[in-house]
């Protein structure tokens, strides 16, 4: 969506943040295999979990999350978030299990789904259609999400994308519109986990069977030049030299009031001995600013903990 011409959204059940340090998990499953799935190991309330399998330089025994506890214990709403670190092959969930609304990350849906559709029939897409990609991603603009929702089939075909990609707990708003509204459109009332995120631009990131090299590219490109006041989130805090590729989205729940943002960032940092896909989704913030500083500070963390090591 435009961060310049923001759309609302219909009010959503408040989700308390407790017990904030014990739901965090770990598995040693990579998600870039579209179809995989994850088992995850039950991690205790400090946050760790079985040691990893040693990876080039490192050896990590404990989630990234793990010290990010007390800090969110002093924020307001919820945050769930996944990171798969490619280098140690270990995949980190915190409150697995939890749904959040997409906002704007379901482009990075729609635009996978346009993309395997192409590729399947054998065709290019029309120049048409990659203009509104990019217009729909780059500048996060509405018309062109909804316009190629519609060219790529609907709701069902980007459910078909997303099960392809292993997506197993996102469900694809079928709405036209957000409840109370006639012109705002209802695909970001799709709901997802940041597991399934993580898969998401996984399949972008790393060799799949889903999407060929060309097509990973090509999307990779669009999220590597979001507009610069979209810049946010997952890049937080990463060093010179280093390449991000990512989507954010935000919108107010609580029309009424303007106030419980869903505020959410996905995507891939690598570069400067760092290789990992991150989704980070916060609901429940008072206002806009509270949820990227949230995601902020927990994708600078994050980028610190899975530095390089010894």
């Not at 996978?112 to 780059?138: C, D, K, N, S, Y």
């Not at 940041?194 to 090299?213: H, I, M, Y």
């Amino acid at each position: 969506m435009y961060r310049r011409a923001r759309w609302p959204f219909r009010a959503a059940a408040a989700c308390l943040l407790a017990a904030l340090a014990a739901g965090c998990s770990g598995t040693s499953t990579p998600p870039n295999n579209p179809a995989s799935k994850h088992s995850t190991d039950t991690a205790s309330e400090s946050g760790k979990s079985a040691p990893d399998s040693p990876g080039p330089g490192r050896r990590r025994a404990r989630s990234p999350f793990a010290s990010l506890a007390s800090y969110l214990a002093t924020r307001p709403g919820e945050v769930t978030a996944a990171v798969y670190d490619r280098t140690t092959g270990r995949t980190w969930i915190f409150h697995p299990g939890v749904r959040e609304d997409t906002a704007s990350i379901v482009k990075v849906e729609i635009m996978g789904t346009a993309l395997r559709e192409a590729q399947v029939a054998g065709t290019t897409l029309p120049g048409t259609e990659l203009a509104l990609m990019t217009t729909m991603i780059e500048n996060s603009d509405n018309d062109a999400a909804t316009q190629l929702l519609a060219d790529d089939g609907g709701p069902p075909k980007v459910q078909a994308f997303d099960k392809s990609a292993g997506m197993t707990d996102t469900t694809v708003s079928t709405a036209a519109f957000i409840p109370g509204s006639t012109t705002l459109p209802g695909w970001g009332l799709t709901t997802t986990t940041a597991l399934d995120e993580v898969r998401l631009v996984s399949a972008f990131a790393f060799p799949n069977t889903l999407l060929n090299a060309t097509d990973r590219n090509y999307g990779l490109g669009l999220m590597e030049h979001v507009d610069a006041d979209q810049a946010w989130g997952v890049s937080a805090g990463v060093e010179p030299g280093t390449t991000v590729a990512l989507k954010n989205g935000w919108l107010p729940l609580d029309l009424t009031n303007y106030t419980n943002w869903q505020v959410d960032s996905i995507g891939w940092i690598h570069g400067n001995g760092r290789d990992y896909v991150l989704a980070v989704l916060s609901g429940g913030n008072p206002d806009e600013q509270t949820g990227i500083d949230t995601i902020d500070t927990i994708s600078a963390k994050v980028y610190s903990e899975l530095g390089p090591k010894g």
